[in-house]
């Protein structure tokens, strides 16, 4: 099962739109799902190893693959491609 994370910012005004987009997808293909805020720890460490410049961008099993909220059909594509 895939392992989504979106890295994202309180001050982000996109930020919100990706959010729900994930949740919502979940209602149509199972994965795992986790937010994090690149102003923590966690978020601070992953966008200086991963190279993040920018919010949001989704990880897919801990690779960058969406920056900004993704087009339906393509994030359907990559998560049945995952199994």
Known sequence: MAK???V???WCPSCPGTKSF???LR????FQYEEINIDSEKGKEI???LSIQSVPTTLVNGRVYF???PEKSRAIQVLKSLG
């Open 27 to 30: 209602n149509d293909i199972p």
């Open 8 to 10: 994202y910012a309180d």
């Open 22 to 24: 994930w949740k919502n």
């Open 47 to 49: 966008a200086e190893r």
């Open 4 to 6: 989504i994370s979106v």
């Open 67 to 69: 920056v900004g909220k």
